[in-house]
């Protein structure tokens, strides 16, 4: 009778931890327990990563720069302040310069001095208030979206008019969000361009876009590079920098680190 009770305790135990594992929080810990403890909010840096911002005015000076593009209107140094992060304490980024006010992006937005093309990057971002915008520009080019309450492809998480947004992995004004990115750029022979870019992506630990390609960048050429080539199909075979959006909102940033890679064929985890 102890024996067969025994078993019971076990089945039932089995079943509590199975029944646990369909929350969000469960998810995150059995997603850890398989490795993948360099993915979703508070993610450590892998190996060979370069950290882009730890919170301090000193890296936010010395690995970024203005984008000046035909929209700029700033001038270093940068005008970004150094804040309390609300949620964990410490210090973060804020997206704060007068003028990007009402919502004019390329004003103020900043670029990493150093170039990539292929890589792994890892980024945090806390939007304070209602219909917060920002946005992480992929070699200054591909923009994955920053913006709450647009579920829409244009909006939260999207692929910028690529893709659907997958608004169901936010988590929220006032919270925490991470991207997990692997980015693999556009391939070119003899000049053209013979692939498209791809990127694939974590949200705060959810696999929501795979091996997606990229056809072009949006937003003419106030958004970045090649946008006012051919409408954004003129891709240009140049790297670009990590690129974060100033539209005049309070979005914050943290915890941001990216690790260069050389993809042969695909941007799987």
Known sequence: MKHVCH??????????????????????????????????????????????????RKMLDDKWTYWEGPRFASSLPIKWKIVDDPVDGGTV??????????????????????????????????????????????????????????????????VINETESPYHAYNGVGKWNSYDIKFRAARFTDGKLTENALVSMYFNGQKVHDNVKIYKVWGGPNSGIDGG????????????????????????????????LNLESDTDF
């Open 229 to 260: 080539n051919d409408s954004g199909k003129g891709i240009t075979d140049v790297p670009g920098g990590l690129k974060l959006q100033c539209e005049g909102h309070d979005v914050r940033y943290r915890n941001t680190w990216i690790n260069e």
């Open 7 to 56: 078993v019971l305790t076990i089945l039932l135990c089995v079943g509590a931890v199975q029944a646990e594992e369909k929350t969000p929080e469960a998810k995150s810990v059995a997603a850890k327990a398989v490795g993948q403890k360099h993915i979703g909010v508070g993610a450590s840096p892998v190996k060979d990563a370069e950290v882009l911002i730890d919170g301090s």
């Open 93 to 158: 980024v804020m997206t704060d310069d007068p003028v990007a006010a009402g919502g004019k992006y390329g004003t103020a937005d900043i670029v990493t001095k150093k170039k990539y093309r292929d890589f792994r990057l890892h980024v945090e971002f806390l939007i304070m208030k209602p219909g917060g915008n920002s946005g992480v520009y992929l070699q200054n080019r591909y923009e994955i979206q920053v913006l709450d309450g647009d579920k829409t492809k244009h909006g939260m998480g999207a």
